[in-house]
């Protein structure tokens, strides 16, 4: 979780709690909303970075094969 993203979260669930503890609904809301889009974008970055590294794993595969196929011309 980014820098960002943890503060945002931090910061939801103190709205969140003193919201609750104020009996302010609006407040409350705004802090779960505030950890919900902390939590998505994490989410996201998660995402990204396993599409990345499967992209990755794939070239390593394809350039492997592509040796090996040309190793078995050359003889």
């Known amino acids: 979780m980014g820098i960002d ?3 945002q979260e931090a910061v939801g669930k103190a709205k969140e709690g003193v919201g609750e503890a104020i009996g302010n609904e609006d407040l409350r ?3 779960v909303k505030d950890r ?3 939590n ?3 989410v996201a ?3 990204k970075r396993r ?3 499967v992209g990755s794993g ?3 595969t394809v350039e492997s094969l592509k040796d090996k196929l040309t190793a078995k ?3």
């Open 29 to 31: 809301q705004d802090g």
């Open 73 to 75: 011309g050359d003889k």
């Open 58 to 60: 794939l070239a390593d």
């Open 40 to 42: 998505a974008k994490q």
């Open 45 to 47: 970055d998660d995402a």
């Open 5 to 7: 993203d943890a503060a």
């Open 51 to 53: 599409m990345g590294d």
């Open 36 to 38: 919900i889009e902390a």
